[in-house]
């Protein structure tokens, strides 16, 4: 029972990395060949995905960052540092909790709708049709969506590191009492661009994870309407995983070799 | 003379994981010819369709289109081929997220450098071929069943292909409108001399539209011949299968040996 449960999951493991291959190949090869995806439709998909989205990561991020002051506020005031809130902010907000959370927003929000959208395809011949006109359906539907995600969710993330920062900065003012110009001061002293750019390299791997789970999944659909509840479901959960798993490895690495 | 030879299938087999769909199937449909593959439900014939568009891959045996074997075949020269053929759907597979235009303009905007305009009058040309000139900026949701169909269609034939497939294409239809379907598979072959394959267990359908049919049966060609044939045929299976009759060869209940031990356990 589990070894057949370990071997179902090595191959679906094998034909994730296959789709993610598939689809660098269209990336790469495509335009050589004259046939990349089309540039409307990666816009379209960049919209969708990314502006669409900036409210909800905007909320998240704010309320996060208020969250952070206050709960390191409640812990640095013992050791009388409650100035260094703004540092614990800044470089929680740009390592961690901005890349992650924003990850996780939009994995439950466009890595559903991916895999809804696909599946539905799916179960009504449309990726079919698409094979059989000689459309390859990841360059058509795949490509567009991954270069979306690897361009937006970067870019939501540095949007969502900056937030939480205000957020943090709002209490440390007017709650906490800081001094304005200090608390930037102490922000910025202590970020430095190590920490943006890993979290940001952190959130190039969750957009991958992101798009081509959800493609996957869309595109492997079976089951009619119900089987599209059920795999935009599994797409959802299985990214959730993978991101915080993601996570852990990469923070891992980063960890012990000082970075 | 002999004639010249549009698809061919040579000892076809499919398994999905122990069931038998395809247990060695032969067929040979010749150019400009209307072929229609009949037989029950879950007898293996989209099966065998999808291994015609090469949408499947067979386990054993090889499919011949316009004489290349594309079992075998790389990416690049499957395309070539299939720019070639048009395949119709049963639930006529039109992109929810464009218009009737744009879903029937597709393949001519990726395939071909035709300018925008030249592209509007194609569609328009194959849209009236089909009855629906005029109906290029509605959504596929705002379609009824058969209008989806008749779309499908269009753009199954917007690139002019030489074999044009069909999948159960009076399927869920009123006999009017199926009766209009089968006129436009007629008059497309007829007119644009494509060769026709269709795939379908509609009976009044099949007489209409047939020169030529093949019974399929658990997996296996029963019997293939011209309309007369098959219904002269000396055949259980395939006198069954025309009269409808519920009492012949063809076993509607699968498993009867063991309904009482089932029943018991």
Redesign the interface.
Known sequence: MIGAYAISTAQHAKKVLGLFFDTVYWIIVGPAKGKFAKRASIFEQMVFIGVRSVIIVFFVAFFTGIVIAMQSAYQLAQLGGTIYVAAMVSVTMARELGPVLTALVVAGRIGAAITAELG??KV???I??L??????PVRFLVVPRFLALLIMLPCLTVMSDLVGMVGGFLVGVYNLGLNPYRYIDVSFEFLVWRDIWTGVLKSVVFAITIAIIGCYMGLNTTGGAEGVGKYTTLSVVTSFILIVLFDCILTGVFYFSNM | MDKEIAVKTEGLVKKFDTMTVLDGVDIEIYKGETFVIMGGSGCGKSTLL?HM?S?MKPDRGKVFLLGKEITGLG?DE??KI??K???S???S????SMTVGENVS??LR??TKLADSVIEIVVKMKLELVGLRGFENLMPSQLSGGMKKRVGLA?AIVMDPEIVFYDEPTSGLDPIVAGVIDKLIIDLSKKLSITTVVVTHDMGSVFRIADRIAMLYEGKVVEVGTKDEIKNSKNGIVKQFISGNPDGPIRFFKQKDDYLEQLIK
């Open positions: 539905t395809m009504s011949e449309q079919e049709a094979d059989v006109l000689a459309l390859n | 999808r568009i949408t990416e499957l395309d299939k720019k053929i048009g395949m759907f049963q639930g597979a039109l992109f929810d597709l393949p990726e395939h753009r």
